[in-house]
């Protein structure tokens, strides 16, 4: 990701925050994070899923990803560009993540 790039995304949901979540979910009916998790859990068809030391949420925005494998992370990292999502993450799921980083995950 160039420098310019980065920090007009870093901008965008600066500003975006707090009504990212009810945007997704409300406006756009967002649901990728469920249908995430199915896919992964069908993988293991007919078998236990494995529990992972350290799962990485890359992009974690809210955290709505990281609810749909937090039961399956003994150690769980919350990634995102944008530290006002990264807050917006620990307010509406405090808890949730073992860890959370502002960065680019490359």
Known sequence: MT??????VEALFE????????????????DGYMRLR????SVFRGFE???????IDGGCGTGLVGEQFRNIS??????????????????????LYNETKTGDII
């Open 49 to 55: 899923v494995p529990s992972f030391y350290l799962v």
């Open 74 to 95: 003994e150690y769980l990292v919350g990634v995102d560009l944008s530290p006002a999502i990264i807050e917006q993450a620990n307010l509406s799921r405090p808890g």
């Open 15 to 30: 500003n975006y925050a707090v009504n990212f979540e009810k945007s997704l979910l409300d406006d756009l009916k967002y």
């Open 38 to 41: 199915k896919a992964f859990n």
């Open 3 to 8: 420098p310019t790039f980065q920090a007009y």
